[in-house]
């Protein structure tokens, strides 16, 4: 059939992308993973190409030239051809026929891929979207295409296990030639591919010119390929032009493996205006089938300067809006950072991601408190800077466990042979009966681990902690003690009070603090697999110790037998008495454990906090938030010689939004019911800018406000949130206002 004929049966350019991964899922599915063969949904794409268009230059926009090194399906390429057409139709005032529609596809548009099918179904896709956007596809002679897209507009840069694009496949002449670099590259990581070296060598030549003044290198951890696409993007852009990715989140939060470095190094390298993180969405019909976490990266091509920031902006997981494959990016809750901030603060991103700003500041105050874990046993014996007395258990024999020559596999753990050992249980007992455990009988293990770690007392700590406990799960054990690699050890054998340092130890890292601040810390809990590193673990700063009282560690004891003789159903009762202990130990005020509170109920990966965070908050919970309110501006009021009102305004319908008023003028003043154009205009505007939070500045000098009727807006700790925002924004209006 003629392109014309195939779109008269109506067969989108959009659905060219998806059509590209059920082909290759039905009959390449080796190449597909290995490749990252996934094609992007055209609202991510769209989203994108909105963004980086609208931040260029309005002069010249018509004429901007796109690349997309990646190309696949062409999603994006189809995407940027709209937003093409759009950009000259507003600068010519016509709308462009055949001919200027020809002149865009042809000189302004690029795609590179190494593979066949892919690049025909992006060709097929520019082919159709030609035609679609043509105010007159009649009569068929007038739709000829003169040129082939081939090596003009899509470019094969290799073979199935090359460099592709990212190799020396790309000349010379493509450096500096579009305004937009544009994208999905593979997310694959150990690829082993043998170009590698070429890869790793071209990136150094574009950081050597952007990072002769900082001191990292760009890091390409693992093998990622996502990470050189940005890199020579920066050689493809032009200087000021603009780039957008869509990135493996591990960018964002990953604390091992030069992760940390290869971050700070873009961010030094790059001038990001925008990072959109989508961890949140991933399995969600988002982005169907896609189980990865990912972001949306958007950058000017420069060395950033010492005024550079971005927005940071990450969606939450709302069910009935995902289900429709549509996402919220809520501008009031997107701080603006700066490059410094994330490198001083390694995981800032995460914070903000499952925390707040005020969970920022908690957990800046509390690392100034106590001695790091890591630090306190290396005062046991450490070799090569790591503790000889806490590690990792010992790993089960594995296809790659090592032969000897005599055939034998693995390693020997016959020092191992006759211990007790310990197995994973949804809830251990806090102290353990060695005596009950079976004896470890594995002869040969894949990597056995120190033996001085498996001696008692000890503390051990699994490493994921069940979402029915909402902390982790440890255990002490006074006898020696054999456990796998799902725990971590501790062992207190070298103190002289070993005994008494790891049932302190199990208390504070059994209370709900620990817990939130691995949420906010690890590069692994709460982001892509629940499992907290013992990089983090160690990274804890504890109380000393040695500086508790007699009277104090006494309690300790005490607590540690309340728990530990518990009745199952009411331990968790014995444990809170715990936490408020462990609180009192840091010296957190009744406003810091609320943050933790909050930040635990909704913000935990755990299934039951998700359904938590959308549920619709019942009348308490608006009255607790509206009182918090009230007393956080109760000291700015009182300056202006004001009394703040805050009081729920019922809506005549039901709506997905809860609004309240707050007015400083008096119980008195003002009428606390808006009159129905207010509320209407109000919900019009919160409907329309998909925000969570909407403000209207009233005649009276009051403020109308709304917020969307899930929990998690609705939790104390917002409420000393919103207070700040009405301070900065509103303080003139609401304190000041004279009738």
Not at 210 to 228: C, G, H, I, S, T
Not at 616 to 644: C, I, M, W, Y
Not at 646 to 670: C, D, I, M, Y
């Amino acid at each position: 059939k003629t392109a014309y004929e195939i779109y008269q049966c109506d067969w989108s350019s959009d659905v060219c992308s998806s059509d590209l991964e059920h082909f290759l899922r039905s009959h390449d599915a080796g190449t597909q993973e290995k490749e990252g063969g996934y094609y992007t949904p055209a609202p991510i794409a769209q989203l994108m190409l909105r963004g980086a268009m609208h931040a260029l230059a309005e002069e010249g926009k018509n004429r901007a030239r796109v690349l997309d090194p990646a190309a696949g399906g062409g999603v994006f390429l189809i995407s940027a051809f709209r937003q093409l057409v759009g950009a000259r139709w507003a600068s010519d005032g016509v709308r462009p026929g055949t001919s200027v529609l020809r002149e865009i596809l042809y000189k302004q548009l690029v795609g590179f891929d190494i593979n066949e099918e892919a690049l025909r179904f992006a060709a097929l896709g520019l082919y159709l979207i030609s035609i679609e956007l043509d105010p007159n596809p009649r009569p068929v002679q007038k739709l000829r295409f003169n040129h082939n897209l081939r090596n003009r507009v899509l470019f094969k840069v290799g073979q199935h296990g090359s460099a592709g694009s990212l190799g020396f496949n790309v000349g010379p002449e493509h450096d500096g030639c579009y305004d937009l670099v544009v994208g999905n590259p593979p997310w694959s990581s150990s690829t082993k591919l043998r170009e590698w070296p070429d890869i790793v060598a071209r990136v150094k030549e574009v950081a050597e010119t952007r990072l002769k003044y900082v001191p990292f290198k760009p890091q390409l951890p693992n093998e990622v390929m996502d990470l050189p696409f940005v890199w020579q993007a920066m050689r493809w852009c032009r200087q000021g032009g603009q780039i957008a990715f869509v990135l493996h989140a591990r960018l964002l939060f990953q604390q091992g493996d030069n992760m940390p470095e290869a971050r700070n190094a873009i961010l030094s390298a790059l001038d990001v205006t925008g990072i959109v993180n989508c961890a949140d969405l991933r399995n969600s019909k988002v982005w169907p089938d896609v189980s990865a976490p990912y972001c949306l990266l958007f950058a000017r091509n420069a060395v950033p300067t010492a005024a550079s920031s971005f927005r940071y902006v990450s969606p939450r997981r709302e069910d009935r809006l995902n289900a429709a494959g549509m996402f919220r990016i809520d501008a009031v809750n997107a701080p603006q950072l700066t490059p410094a901030q994330v490198i001083e603060q390694p995981n800032v991103l995460k914070v903000l991601y499952r925390g707040g700003a005020l969970d920022l500041e908690l957990l800046q105050r509390m690392k100034r408190f106590g001695t790091s874990l890591d630090a306190i046993w290396r005062q046991f014996g450490e070799l090569n800077g790591k503790a000889t007395w806490s590690g990792n258990g010992y790993q089960r024999l594995r296809t790659s466990s090592s032969v000897s020559k005599s055939g034998e596999v693995g390693v020997s753990a016959q020092k191992l042979l006759g211990k007790p050992i310990l197995r994973a249980s949804p809830q251990l007992p806090l102290l353990i009966d060695s005596e009950a455990l079976p004896a470890f009988n594995e002869p040969r293990v894949h990597r056995v681990r120190s033996s001085n770690q498996y001696l008692g007392p000890l503390l051990v700590v699994h490493k994921s902690p069940p979402a029915h406990l909402r902390r982790l799960n440890v255990a002490v054990s006074d006898n020696d003690l054999v456990y796998n690699e799902s725990f971590y050890g501790y062992s207190a054998h070298p103190h002289p009070r070993g005994s008494e340092l790891v049932r302190f130890m199990a208390l504070v890292l059994g209370s709900k603090l620990v817990l939130w601040i691995l949420l906010l810390t690890s590069g692994e809990f709460g982001f892509e697999r629940e499992v907290v590193e013992k990089s983090m673990v160690d990274a804890l700063c504890i109380p000393a110790f040695e500086s508790l009282s007699a009277n104090e560690l006494q309690n300790a004891m005490a607590l540690f037998e309340s728990v530990g003789s518990a009745a199952l159903h009411d331990q968790e009762k014995a444990w809170e008495k715990v936490d408020e202990w462990v609180t009192k130990l840091y010296g957190l005020h009744p406003s810091d454990v609320q943050i933790i509170a909050d930040t635990l109920e909704y913000g935990a990966p755990f299934s039951d906090c998700k359904e938590a965070a959308q549920r619709r908050p019942g009348r308490q919970d608006v009255e607790r938030f509206l009182s918090t309110l009230v007393g956080a501006l109760k000291p700015f009021a009182e300056r202006f010689n004001r009394s703040v009102v805050a009081r729920e305004v019922t809506l005549a319908h039901e709506q997905p939004w809860l609004t309240f008023k707050v007015s400083a003028n008096g119980e008195a003043k003002g009428n606390v019911h808006p009159v129905e154009r207010d509320i209407e205009a109000l919900l019009h505007m919160a409907d329309g800018l998909g925000t969570t939070e909407v403000v209207s500045a009233l005649d009276d000098g009051s403020l109308l406000v709304a917020r969307l009727d899930q929990s998690r807006y609705w939790a104390p700790t917002q409420a000393r949130l919103f207070a700040r925002r009405v301070v900065w924004e509103h303080r003139q209006h609401l304190f000041q206002f004279t009738a």
